[in-house]
C-alpha cells in the first residue's frame, strides 16, 4: 500500500535550517509530484511548493522563494525539503503529500507530518 | 494569487442534521477544486477532488458541487465522526491555495 514517512521532530533555533524527509513506498515515486504544506499550530494549511521526482525540477511558492530547497534521491524514493533562515512563525507541522503531474488526483495520499519547533 | 474564502469559518451543527460549507475563489479555478477533512491531531484526508468526485471509501453523504468560482461541499446527514475541520483546496492556478477552515462542531 501507498505510504509515506516522515523523518521525527525538529527543534533549531532561530537562523538555522532544517531538512525534513519523506520516505515513499508502495508506488512509483517518479510518476507523482511531491508537494509540501505547512500548518502552524492552531491555523489552516499552506501550500509550499512542488517537486518533480522524475526531473528534479521545483515549484515554490513566492512567499519560500530563496529560502526553501526541494530535493529528491530516487535510488530511496524518498523527498526532501529544507527551510533555512528560521523563524519563530516557522513553527509549523510540514506534510508531504502527492499529487498527479495533471488533472485531479491531487493530494490523495499523506506523510504523518514532521513538526519543526523554532525557539531561541 | 487566487484566494479562497470559505464560509461559514464556524458551525454548531446537530446529528442528523444537513451541512453546507461553500468555497468562494476569486476567480475561475475550473474544477480543480478538492475538499478535505482534518480531525484534531490527525492528518487531512481527502473527501471530494474534482469539484464532486467523492474519494473512494468515503461515506455517500458527502457530496461536492460547484463551477467556476463558487464550491460547495455537504452532509446530507451529520454523524458524529465528522465532527471536523474542513478545508478546500484550488489547484487550477499557483500558488495553491487553501481555504482557511471551516470548524464544525457538536451543538
Not at chain 2, 492528518?43 to 457530496?63: A, C, D, E, H
Amino acid at each position: 500500500q501507498v505510504q509515506l514517512v516522515q523523518s521525527g521532530a525538529e527543534v533549531k533555533k532561530p537562523g538555522a535550517s532544517v531538512r525534513v524527509s519523506c520516505k515513499t513506498s508502495g508506488y512509483t515515486f517518479t510518476g507523482y509530484y511531491m508537494h509540501w504544506v505547512r500548518q502552524a499550530p492552531g491555523q489552516g494549511l499552506e501550500w509550499m511548493g512542488w517537486i518533480n521526482p522524475n526531473s528534479g525540477a521545483t515549484n515554490y511558492a513566492q512567499k519560500f522563494q530563496g529560502r526553501v530547497t526541494m530535493t529528491r534521491d530516487t535510488s530511496i524514493a524518498t523527498a526532501y525539503m529544507e527551510l533555512s533562515s528560521l523563524r519563530s512563525d516557522d513553527t509549523a507541522l510540514y506534510y508531504c503529500a502527492r499529487a498527479y503531474v495533471t488533472g485531479t488526483l491531487v493530494f490523495d495520499y499523506w506523510g504523518q507530518g514532521n513538526l519543526v519547533t523554532v525557539s531561541s | 494569487d487566487i484566494q479562497m474564502t470559505q464560509s461559514p469559518s464556524a458551525m454548531s451543527a446537530s446529528v442528523g442534521d444537513r451541512v453546507t460549507i461553500t468555497c468562494r475563489a476569486s476567480q475561475g479555478i475550473s474544477n480543480y477544486l478538492a475538499w478535505f477533512q482534518q480531525k484534531p491531531g490527525k492528518v487531512p484526508k481527502r473527501l471530494i477532488y474534482g469539484t464532486s468526485s467523492l474519494q473512494s471509501g468515503v461515506p455517500s453523504r458527502f457530496s461536492g458541487s460547484g463551477s467556476g468560482t463558487e464550491f460547495s461541499l455537504t452532509i446530507s446527514s451529520l454523524q458524529p465522526e465528522d465532527f471536523a475541520t474542513y478545508y478546500c483546496l484550488q489547484h487550477n492556478t499557483y500558488p495553491w491555495t487553501f481555504g482557511q477552515g471551516t470548524k464544525v462542531e457538536i451543538k
